[in-house]
């Protein structure tokens, strides 16, 4: 019993300094790191457009950009669950359109656009070679460039090598996170279930 509330009070101290440590990394990051998306074309996933990302963020309309992995990435995935739960609560913020680059085809894009059920103010725009997060200094992992068996970067990610937040979320992940809310899991179970890919959802979390 202990050793459980020893980990619970690890993991939640863990979860209060995490936002601490992110705004401070922002801090040190040079301009540049955070540049603009100059001369950068992005192929738009629902009509294959290509498309200024700067042009789009320098009109007035609000926008919110995400700098996401490939498709078949769980992260990638579970990420526009939650924009498409808080959606109505973005909007509420006067959050009008979300862009969000992901590293795969536009085929590839529209599809999990699709499967997901995603809003029309949720853009999602193919960038295969991540040239989007490389423009904004989005950390490549431990050892980019290194000719390693991506297996063993892979393992050296798990213990926090050049992606520091990767561990406290494993940990939370098996362990769970008190503090944390569920309700964009029911959301997604439910648009999952609607969709036909889940049988296992309570009726009442089945969207009409």
């Known amino acids: 019993h202990c050793h459980g509330r020893t980990i619970a009070m690890a993991t ?8 601490l440590l992110a705004r401070a990394m922002v801090a040190m990051a040079p301009p ?25 963020l320098s009109e007035q309309r609000r926008a919110l950009l995400v700098l996401g992995t490939y498709p078949a990435d769980f992260n990638m995935v579970e990420y526009l669950q939650k924009l498409r739960h808080y959606a109505p609560a973005l909007r509420e913020k006067g959050v009008e359109r979300t862009l969000v680059t992901v590293n795969g085809s536009p ?38 460039d290194e000719n390693l068996s991506p297996y063993l970067k892979l393992f050296g990610m798990l ?35 609607a969709a036909g890919r889940r049988q296992s959802v309570p009726a009442p979390y089945v969207e009409a």
């Open 107 to 144: 085929e590839s894009c529209l599809k999990l656009s699709t499967l997901l059920d995603l809003p029309e103010e949720i853009e999602l725009f193919s960038d295969p070679s991540g040239a989007a997060g490389r423009a904004f200094g989005v950390s490549r992992g431990w050892l980019p």
């Open 159 to 193: 213990f926090g090598l050049g992606a520091g937040g990767t561990l406290p979320s494993v940990i939370a992940g098996y362990i769970g996170n008190p503090w944390g809310t569920a309700d964009w899991i029911e959301s997604a179970l439910a648009q999952g279930q």
């Open 12 to 19: 939640q101290l863990i979860m209060l300094l995490l936002p």
């Open 32 to 56: 540049a790191r955070l540049a603009p998306l100059a001369d950068l074309q992005l192929r738009r996933a629902t009509d294959g457009a290509d498309v200024n990302v700067e042009t789009l």
